[in-house]
């Protein structure tokens, strides 16, 4: 796949990744909220109802999107690592993690936000046609006292 494809795919699945626009409720079977998380519904309409939130300010949620363009987990594993350093965050590490079924990629990042710097943590899961998508951000001292729990919410993702 040559240099020009690859960034077409990367902005595709940016675009619908980063949007946020997301067209139907999507129920993740059996959401696990990291420990110390209280699960919150927004009230903005047609978002999704797996979200939580620590008492210090830590959000955790997940979500799906369609896998269009169809393809592997190792080509969104560069594709978001790519995109996000490209976009002005600042890479602090990735792994592989896996579920009790699947495996995945495990992406983490920090940017500065108003006078403090965040967190972002992302999860991906290629299965099919659809990605499951697992993300945590939060000022980086509050992160890092969840980060455990939050990676151990990940892993519970069916």
Known sequence: ??????????????????????????????????????????????????????????????????NDPVAKLSFWKEALKKRMIDTGYFFVRESNISTEKQKGYLLELTAPYGEQDYSYMIGIFVKGDEIVIAEATGEILRFKKHRKQIIAAIKKIK
């Open 1 to 66: 796949m040559n240099k020009e494809n690859i960034l077409i795919l990367t902005i595709s699945f940016f675009t619908i990744l980063l949007s946020g626009c997301e067209k139907k409720k999507v129920v993740i079977d059996e959401f696990h909220q990291p420990e110390g998380f209280a699960v919150y519904q927004s009230n903005y309409q047609n978002r999704s109802p797996n979200r939580a939130i620590s008492s210090d300010g830590v959000v955790y949620r997940i979500r799906k999107q369609r």
